[in-house]
């Protein structure tokens, strides 16, 4: 972790986006960036984090757009990956089963649904 609290970057070129990792989803962590699902690996598995979709800490606001083979590079100090995306799904608020863990190294990323709150939009990529 850095001297600011952050614990790494993700970097998705195909809407622009870089932004700074911090532990937990509470608010004070999806106000400086995205929050790391604690629940879920930091490094191997299924790796998950949360971030705001509007607002000025609109960090996911466009994961949605994102297309099936987009590019996503998470870095921290174990090293650099570079995943693929394979599904951008809208799936229910209580759907938590995208937090499992997998044997396979899998990043997922989650936020709101604008003027939908039963649903969040959830991107998987490998």
Request: proline share 2%; glycine share 8%.
């Amino acid at each position: 972790m850095t001297e600011d609290g952050y614990s790494g970057t993700l970097k998705i070129p195909a809407i622009s986006l870089t932004v700074k990792l911090y532990q937990g989803t509470d608010s004070t962590a999806l106000t400086k960036g995205a929050g790391h699902f604690s629940s879920t690996s930091i490094w191997n598995g299924n790796v998950a984090f949360a971030a705001h979709n509007r607002g000025v800490a609109n960090h996911f606001g466009k994961i949605y757009t994102l297309s099936i083979g987009d590019k996503i590079t998470y870095t921290t100090k174990l090293g650099t990956r570079t995943y693929e995306v394979y599904s951008v799904s809208k799936i229910s608020v209580d759907d938590v089963s995208v937090l499992n863990d997998s044997a396979d190294s899998i990043l997922t990323l989650v936020t709101c649904v604008r003027n939908e709150p039963d649903y969040r939009w959830c991107v998987q990529a490998w």
